[in-house]
């Protein structure tokens, strides 16, 4: 078993109360671009070495579908990948028997792309389908107003997953429909997820993948619900090895592998994602590139996990390209030294987005970069919800799919080099003096702890 570190992870970052002007709904669909930001550069290298997109986008109805959301008033839209909004509004208008939600909160906003999906899911419950919503209990308790006001509606219940016991979160983003879909990435149920953070995400039809996903779900609802968490078992689950399947992807076989985390929470260890991410990077021939929120090797506790930065290490020290693009969030110590510390190592680029704030002014947690993924050699990708550091691995709920085939992991590059290779980009300074960016609100409303982005 790989290193993890001993300490538990610190609470999640709280977001408060919205003071920004809120765009509303028409505005949030109609600005795709600001006048005074600047298209993608497509002579980056990123741009015209990245393989094409699929010759034959999945059909509606695929077994996989790749799914995004941008930061309105940005260039970083793929005309060719449905939106994060209309995907999940499709899926919830279908359901005819149940809909299962795993998230790390609810947050919405008057006029707010969230807001036909909550209607959605009351019409849904109105029409006898069953809803379940399963949140992080340490998050509920920071700001229950989402939650509470989806408990309120008849034919909803919603249960909150502690894992304190393990020092982590219930970090997840994922729903299931009627057991025949399910919806996985790195957008929160959050209104600033839909149009002002850029996420990436996969929609599942394929039986095997979506079983799996259920009976995740069902441990975690029972672990929420039990006088006794311990006693959450996995029965009726698929058991055994991680769920894998073949599938069809713009005309090509692909083959899927469902992984989660934390170990301490699977059914079996060929499920735990870390072992499996950094199978990826140390099989890597040719070029690594890794998208993400954040990237720590240290802790809030001062100790290390350098499991994924050896292996980024190692990579680029056999001929390796590595490409790490995170947010802005993290020009503060101590990742921005981890960083900085990698740039200056032979064959690895580090770069950071900054995206500009909204026309309608500074919105608190939004206007960045929050999706999770990564591709390998041009022939495997993988889509999550986790950050690299080892406390997401370790302790807390996390769920992500490793697809290995060429069309898919070529789609998930072009996103990836859209935002490399935008006016928003740019590479870390290994000797710069960074100042922190505005995150959350002014600070005489911030949470006294702000400690971890979502």
């Known amino acids: 078993m790989l290193p ?191 149009a002002h953070i850029h996420e990436l995400g996969v929609r599942l039809r394929e039986p095997a993948l979506v079983a799996g996903i259920a009976a995740l779900f069902a441990h975690d609802w029972a672990e929420a619900g039990a006088d006794d968490p311990a006693a959450a078992t996995w029965a009726g689950s698929p058991g055994g090895a991680a769920p894998t399947a073949s599938l069809d992807y713009g005309g090509a076989a692909h083959r899927i592998t469902l992984v989660a985390s934390p170990e301490a929470l699977l059914p079996d260890p060929s499920w735990w994602d870390l072992p499996r991410l950094i199978a990826l990077i140390d099989g890597a021939t040719a070029r690594v590139q890794l998208q993400l929120l954040s990237y720590a090797i240290v ?59 909204a026309a309608a002014g500074f919105i608190p947690f939004a206007r960045v970069i929050h999706s999770k993924a990564m591709t390998v050699d041009g022939r495997a990708a993988w889509v999550g919800t986790s950050n690299f550091s080892g406390d997401y691995f370790a302790r807390s709920r996390n769920l992500g799919v490793i697809v290995e085939g060429e069309a898919f992991a070529a789609d998930v590059s072009r996103v990836f080099a859209g935002v490399w290779g935008s006016a928003y980009v740019y590479d870390v300074d290994p000797e710069a003096t960074y100042e922190p960016p505005q995150v959350g609100p002014p600070p005489s409303d911030a949470p006294a702890k702000q400690r971890r982005a979502p």
Not at 89 to 102: H, K
Not at 301 to 326: H, K, N, Q
Request: proline residues 8%.
């Open 4 to 194: 993890l570190p001993r300490a538990a992870v610190e609470v999640p970052l709280v977001f408060a109360r919205l003071h920004a002007p809120l765009l509303a709904l028409t505005s949030l669909l109609a600005c795709s671009r600001h006048p005074e930001i600047a298209a993608p550069d497509d002579n980056h290298p990123a741009i015209a070495e990245a393989a094409p997109e699929s010759a034959a986008a999945p059909a509606i109805g695929a077994p996989l579908e790749l799914v995004e959301s941008w930061p309105v008033e940005t260039s970083l839209d793929r005309p060719r990948v449905r939106d994060t909004a209309g995907v999940w509004l499709e899926m919830i208008d279908g359901a005819e028997a149940s809909v299962d939600l795993g998230e790390f909160y609810v947050a919405t906003a008057p006029d707010s792309p969230l807001e036909p999906i909550l209607a959605a899911i009351e019409a849904a419950a109105a029409r006898g389908v069953r809803v379940r919503l399963l949140i992080d209990a340490k998050f509920y308790a920071k700001q229950p107003e989402g939650a509470d006001r989806l408990a309120a509606i008849a034919g909803v219940e919603v249960r909150k997953l502690d894992l304190s016991a393990l020092g982590g979160v219930m970090h997840a983003k994922y729903f299931v429909v009627d057991g025949r879909e399910a919806y996985l990435g790195s957008a929160n149920f959050d209104w600033r997820s839909l």
């Open 299 to 357: 802790g809030y506790d001062g100790e290390r996990f350098t499991a994924i930065d050896d292996a980024l290490r190692a990579a680029a020290a056999r001929g390796v390209e590595v490409e790490l693009l995170v947010a802005d969030w993290n020009k503060r110590p101590p990742a921005i030294e981890d960083l900085q510390a990698l740039q200056r190592v032979p064959g690895i680029t580090v770069r950071m987005a900054t995206i500009p704030a």
